[in-house]
């Protein structure tokens, strides 16, 4: 289809929240409570069906603002051709985070998470157009065309058009190998984190890491960070059940200063620990490299990247030797121009790319990132997070295999799409759910997911 052919004619924006609060899923030191939300963006053009859908991710409270900042940005495409918009996507992100809207926030917060947004919604549609899934779309590209869609402005100082021309062209050489193995479903290895969410019981995470065992995965991650007695048990018993050849990773999300992370983790080195995810906070490049410097003796590595705005602060990272894994997330970033970035820096770097997928829809996208890293940019295998919840509520819904790898996506698009039922119930304010009197007293209470101050 001529994308030229192709005119950005009208929007919508949702806001969908599901209640998985209800079942524990998302709990962490930092969320008590937490309700994976979308602000959920639709662009209809002038092809009768043919519709870009995008998204960016919330928690619950929030989601309203972020709908309000896509609100801003997506009419910027309004009479635009997908052809105008797709000929230099590096430009269209730039022309996208410019003018007087930059100075409310540039490359970060809210807008940013409205930039990618609206550019997942073009990229969804570039690859519904040419009626491959986005990986696909991006694995066809040849070395121009892939560095063609980034923004190097501020980037140069580490990585050049010409040094990622030189990158991709030598992976090039091999990527035929790589491809047919994305095509077997052999692409992406999967971790398991749904096992370990900090609401659970320890007999609920006993029966989930049983269950994963079987499915197969060898890799798990849990949260922790309630005391290091709380800590050492369910750790302990975790290892009891995955065996010494499972490999384990916890997360604290955030709630450490820089020293009480290094001594806190070294009182659980014995126990064969690969990272601490997010052991500080997440603006803290240098706080991330002492944190590593501190446990790299003790075998234990750091990760971060969930919270991570922009492809600056990741390269910053990088320089610093902050990090083990690189946990971008696809709906932090800016698209997958930004992403791509993003692979490529780290490929210069050595350093694996673990993508952050721990809410909904967020397996799904990343599935194509990790394919992407691993076929085009990369070639070297990594892991993909895997929470097995709402896959059940998309068009084109994740899996994994039963040797525990992510099946690759084969419908066309960015696999962002949610299916229309979803909406009577669970778009906000006016979704079944939500009218409910459990919805009501969960959207009305002002402090829900703070400890000792929710009230719903």
């Not at 063609?148 to 990158?167: C, G, K, N």
């Not at 991570?308 to 083990?324: G, H, P, S, T």
């Not at 940019?377 to 899996?399: C, M, N, Q, R, W």
């Not at 295999?401 to 229309?420: A, I, L, M, Q, R």
Request: proline letters at 4%.
């Amino acid at each position: 289809m001529d994308p030229n052919s192709i005119v950005f004619t009208s929007f919508t924006v949702r806001d969908i929240r599901w209640p998985t609060s209800l079942d524990n899923i998302g709990t962490d030191p930092m969320n008590l409570a937490g309700e994976n939300s979308f602000g959920y963006l639709q662009y209809t053009t002038s092809v009768d069906g043919l519709v870009g859908t995008g998204w960016s991710f919330a928690n619950g409270q929030g989601n309203d603002v972020l709908c309000t900042a896509i609100k801003s940005l997506a009419p910027r495409l309004i009479g635009r051709t997908l052809g105008s918009l797709i000929k230099n996507m590096g430009v269209t992100q730039r022309k996208l985070q410019s003018g007087q809207i930059r100075f409310m926030s540039p490359e970060r917060g809210v807008l940013q998470l409205a930039t990618c947004a609206v550019l997942n919604a073009v990229w969804d549609l570039w690859a519904k157009a040419e009626k491959k899934p986005l990986w696909r779309l991006v694995a066809d590209f040849t070395p121009e065309e892939f560095v063609r869609v980034i923004d190097f402005r501020y980037l140069s100082d580490v990585l050049t058009p010409e040094q990622a021309l030189e990158m991709l062209r030598e992976q090039e050489k091999t990527k035929q190998d790589r491809l047919k193995e994305a095509l077997a479903n052999d692409a992406v290895p999967a971790y398991n984190t749904s096992a370990g969410w900090l609401g659970h019981s320890d007999d609920k995470v006993r029966e989930l890491l049983v269950d994963a065992v079987k499915q197969g995965f060898r890799h798990f991650k849990l949260k922790a960070g309630l005391g290091l007695e709380t800590d050492r048990k369910r750790l302990g018993f975790v290892r009891e059940v995955v065996g010494k050849e499972g490999i384990l990773m916890v997360d604290v999300n955030q709630i450490w200063d820089v020293d009480e992370a290094i001594e806190y983790m070294k009182q659980l080195s014995d126990i064969g620990i690969w990272f601490i995810e997010e052991p500080t906070s997440p603006d803290d490049i240098l706080g991330h490299a002492k944190i590593r410097a501190a446990l790299k003796p003790y075998g234990m590595g750091v990760a971060t990247g969930e919270h991570v705005n922009n492809r600056v602060m990741f390269k910053q990272l990088l320089q610093a030797k902050a990090i083990d894994a690189v946990q971008l997330d696809a709906l932090r970033l800016a698209s997958v121009n930004e992403i791509l970035a993003v692979l490529l820096m780290s490929a210069k770097f050595g350093v694996p790319v673990v993508p952050h997928s721990g809410g909904a829809g967020m397996v799904e996208l990343c599935s194509h990132i990790s394919t992407i890293d691993y076929v085009v940019v990369s070639g070297k295998k990594s892991i993909l997070e895997y929470t097995d919840h709402l896959h059940e509520v998309f068009e084109a819904p994740a899996a994994v295999t039963k040797n525990g790898t992510h099946v690759t996506p084969t419908v066309p698009g960015y696999s962002c799409d949610v299916k229309e039922a979803q909406f009577a119930e669970f778009e906000c304010p006016n979704g079944t759910f939500w009218k409910s009197e459990m919805g009501q007293k969960m959207v009305n209470d002002p402090w829900r997911g703070t400890l000792g101050e929710q009230t719903s």
